[in-house]
């Protein structure tokens, strides 16, 4: 197979790439607790440098609430911005773009997971269905998934995407991708092995799938 085109540039929509390389999220865990660092930076140059000309970043959480990996950046204050502004001001100057992936996990988080009890809210999802497999791998002892508490109203979650998303946009991505795989939120949603909702948000496949579109 010729792989003639794969380095040429290319323009999809507004974006003009310098290659059709992507590279897609890896999650890192190191963050300042959920502040963008200088190592993040340097790891997101480095693959800038070498090739791909458009990046997704590591998840990055919407808000406090919903998070299961400790040091995981987020995206929902002034000091976020700043922080991620850095780093794309890094990865541009370097040639490439970078989208950021929004991320909330939902039931995979778990009450003791430092973010989610800093946040001091439940474990949420769209019914009261623990996930399957009875372990929460990201603590010490691997406790077992609790059963998370029902979302009330979806639009309050939705509004936390969107905020990060402005702020994504504040802080010099190129453009977002919703992490919506994996067991995490909108994956929970649209599952119904997950989503047993009665309402707008459950039932056809088009109620289960309005939370991600």
């Given at each position: 197979?010729s792989t003639?085109?794969?380095f040429?540039?290319i323009q999809v ?5 310098k ?7 890896l999650t ?6 959920t ?5 993040m930076k340097?790891?997101?140059?480095q693959r800038a ?5 458009l990046i997704?970043?590591e ?6 609430q919903?998070?299961?990996?400790p040091n995981?950046p987020?995206?929902?204050d ?11 001001d890094a990865v ?7 989208y950021?992936?929004?991320w909330?996990?939902g ?5 003791d997971?430092p973010?989610q ?5 439940p474990?949420y999802?769209?019914?009261?269905i623990?996930?399957?497999?009875g372990?929460?791998r ?8 609790v059963t998370?508490?029902?979302i009330d ?5 939705i509004?936390?995407y969107?905020?990060a998303?402005?702020?994504a946009?504040?802080?010099?991505f ?7 795989s ?11 092995n997950?989503?047993?909702?009665t309402?707008?948000w459950?039932g ?5 799938a309005?939370?991600?579109?």
């Amino acid at each position: 197979m010729s792989t003639k085109n794969l380095f040429k540039p290319i323009q999809v929509g507004s974006l003009s790439l310098k290659n059709r390389i992507g590279m897609s999220a890896l999650t890192r865990n190191r963050a300042d607790g959920t502040y963008p660092t200088e190592l993040m930076k340097e790891y997101y140059v480095q693959r800038a440098v070498g090739g791909a000309g458009l990046i997704i970043s590591e998840g990055i959480l919407i808000c406090r609430q919903g998070s299961a990996w400790p040091n995981a950046p987020g995206l929902w204050d002034e000091k976020h911005v700043s922080g991620w502004k850095i780093i794309t001001d890094a990865v541009h100057s370097a040639g490439s773009k970078i989208y950021a992936q929004l991320w909330h996990t939902g039931r995979l988080s778990h009450p003791d997971a430092p973010e989610q009890k800093l946040a001091g809210e439940p474990v949420y999802a769209p019914s009261a269905i623990a996930a399957r497999g009875g372990k929460f791998r990201q603590l010490p002892g691997e406790p077992g998934f609790v059963t998370p508490t029902a979302i009330d109203d979806p639009r309050v979650l939705i509004g936390k995407y969107v905020h990060a998303a402005i702020n994504a946009k504040k802080a010099g991505f190129d453009g977002v991708e919703l992490m919506a795989s994996s067991g995490v939120l909108p994956h929970q949603f649209l599952d119904y092995n997950s989503n047993q909702r009665t309402d707008e948000w459950g039932g056809s496949i088009e109620n289960r799938a309005r939370f991600g579109l």
